[in-house]
């Protein structure tokens, strides 16, 4: 069964600063999907950032994007010009391409953003 | 109005009581989900139903039943309840992403918070 591994259980950063959080998987299939979710004190589970693993160019979301390395299994978050909104907790998470099987989730790296 | 509902969205129960937690969407996805979330453990899948006849034990169904009622409409129960059920428990759908066809995103509901004393 695949894994989601974010080694970072807490980090904090400085306003307007830029921040990166790690996230490996392990999987034997090469086609699936991967994410980042945010969950902010509201508690709400919200998407922030979709990646492809077919797709080689790296997702990006306004002052959200990524760092995809597919052979190393890795997937970075990287927040620039962080902001005090952006203080939550955030998941990576996994799913093959055909989506018959569930969203398997990292533990999650608490972000502090300091003013 | 939120696509994806719960209540209760806070519930207090004593041990061995059995308690109902409802999920309903809007969105009209086929695919539902109950996930539990605890401090240092992520989300954890409970049980998924991928239509109203197909129901699947996820990670760690023990202690819990799951009933789909309708397309829109997944609930889960604890029998008997017991304290290391207390969590923040969250409901998920999704649908075919219509340009690839294919399962991905998950869209949550707000969570109720269990508390089980």
């Known amino acids: 069964a695949q894994t989601v591994t974010q080694s970072q259980p807490e980090m904090s950063v400085q306003e307007a600063e830029t921040v990166t959080l790690s996230c490996t998987y392990d999987t034997s299939e090469s086609n699936y999907y991967l994410f980042w979710y945010k969950q902010p004190p509201s508690r709400q589970m919200i998407l922030v950032i979709r990646q492809e693993a077919y797709k080689q160019q790296n997702a990006t979301e306004n002052r959200f994007s990524v760092n995809f390395q597919k052979a190393a299994k890795s997937f970075s978050l990287k927040i620039s010009d962080s902001q005090l909104g952006d203080t939550a907790m955030y998941f990576c998470?996994?799913?093959?391409?055909?989506?018959?099987?569930?969203?398997?989730f990292g533990k999650g790296t608490r972000l502090s953003v300091i003013a | 109005d939120a696509d994806v509902t719960q209540t209760p969205r806070n519930r207090i129960t004593k041990t061995g009581k059995r308690i109902m937690l409802e999920c309903s969407q809007t969105k009209g996805h086929d695919r539902m989900y109950w996930y539990r979330q605890d401090p240092g453990l992520g989300l954890r899948l409970i049980y998924y139903?991928?239509?109203?006849?197909?129901?699947n034990k996820g990670e760690i169904s023990d202690g819990y039943s799951v009933s789909r009622q309708a397309q829109a409409k997944f609930s889960l129960s604890l029998e008997s309840a017991i304290p290391n059920q207390t969590a923040l428990y969250f409901c998920a759908t999704s649908d075919r992403n219509p340009g690839t066809g294919k399962y991905n995103e998950q869209f949550f509901g707000p969570g109720t918070r269990l508390t089980v004393l």
């Open positions: 998470a996994f799913i093959y391409n055909s989506g018959n099987t569930p969203l398997v």
């Open positions: 139903s991928f239509d109203v006849k197909d129901i």
